[in-house]
């Protein structure tokens, strides 16, 4: 059974649940941090910071399952947005934050994405166009020979860090761009797959546009739980046939999301603690900057400070075990194997 469809059919009932419940007992919602799509209402408004899921797992791949993959998908974009396509927002750190030492806190390692903003470039700059990307000619490579037509670029770092300790595990890489179309960019496959980094250490890096992978139907659930089928939902017919939704309506069906994802080997997260079980969550924050003064006089007159870590935006987290994985949606755990 698709894992999409196995997570909507458990949220669909841990979210009628939930929904029921507060109808029941009146409460509203009380301070959180939080995500997931649009669940959460303020990071809803800020839609470059706003994690839509967070996955934590152990790769599948023939070969690497002593490996750890995380991934951060952030806003819910409909694909034909031009001409200001969907980016990464430099003025956002995304992190990932890994507790090793199962106390609670996911403070024993941290990974920071930063992105920049490249000047625009190629034909889009010598022709002074309004569109970013064009084919002329197609784009197929992020950089060098077949990427003029790339005319508005990221580029990001990443950057481990261990208590006081900080290493730049990778500097200048290119996130991979929105897909604008077959004409402008005749191979999307292979551009994903440039950007697709190896590391020294065995660590692999990825940021660009994908496919939302979940499969909801939201507006049934918030349509006051009007549920299109009842939950259950699967006869074993249905449960052995992965290439129809028995859910009806997929809600974020032909929408992308930004992704960034970040597999490593274990022991970079474990180190010689011996522990089998790791939690973690992702989270993003904006630069917070104070300006001190009175009146509306000179500038010089007033003090500008500036931090992170102060604002954080949005927070989406799971727990994993290296035999079991609990997917924490809402709050609430499900259990699958891995």
């Not at 970013?132 to 670029?153: E, K, M, N, Q």
């Not at 991979?176 to 980094?197: E, H, I, K």
């Not at 929408?255 to 970040?262: E, R, S």
Request: glycine fraction near 10%; aromatic fraction near 8%.
């Amino acid at each position: 059974m698709k894992r999409g469809l196995w997570l909507a059919a458990a949220l669909t009932a841990v979210v009628g649940a939930a929904l029921a419940a507060a109808l029941s007992n009146g409460t509203g919602p009380g301070d959180a941090d939080a995500a997931s799509h649009r669940e959460a209402p303020l990071i809803s408004l800020d839609g470059p910071a706003d994690i839509t899921d967070f996955f934590l797992f152990r790769s599948y791949e023939p070969g690497k399952d002593s490996n750890v993959v995380m991934l951060m998908d952030t806003q819910s974009e409909e694909p034909s947005s031009g001409p200001n396509y969907w980016n990464f927002d430099p003025s956002v750190l995304y992190t990932f934050n890994v507790d090793t030492d199962r106390d609670g806190k996911a403070d024993d390692v941290k990974f920071e994405f930063r992105f920049r903003n490249e000047p625009i470039r190629g034909t889009a700059a010598a022709l002074k166009l309004f569109q970013p990307y064009v084919a002329v000619p197609p784009i197929t490579a992020l950089d060098g020979a077949g990427s003029d037509g790339l005319g508005f670029r990221q580029r990001y770092s990443v950057t481990m860090v261990k208590g006081l300790q900080r290493t730049v595990l990778a500097d200048n890489l290119i996130a991979v761009p929105s897909n604008v179309g077959p004409r402008t960019m005749p191979n999307y496959d292979s551009l994903a797959a440039q950007g697709t980094y190896t590391l020294p250490g065995g660590v692999r890096v990825f940021a660009g546009q994908r496919q939302d992978p979940f499969s909801i139907d939201l507006g049934g659930i918030f349509d006051t739980v009007n549920l299109r089928r009842a939950v259950p939902a699967l006869t074993p017919a249905e449960d052995a046939n992965d290439s129809v939704n028995p859910f009806g309506t997929d809600m974020l069906s032909g929408f992308n999301v930004h992704t960034i994802a970040l597999e490593l080997p274990s022991a970079m997260l474990t180190g010689d603690t011996g522990t089998s079980v790791l939690g973690a969550y992702a989270a993003t924050a904006r630069q917070r900057i104070s300006v001190n003064g009175t009146g509306i006089g000179p500038v010089s007159k007033r003090t500008v400070t500036s931090d992170w870590f102060c604002i954080r935006l949005s927070v989406l987290s799971t727990e994993i075990m290296l035999r079991v994985t609990l997917i924490w949606l809402s709050g609430v755990f499900g259990v699958m194997p891995v």
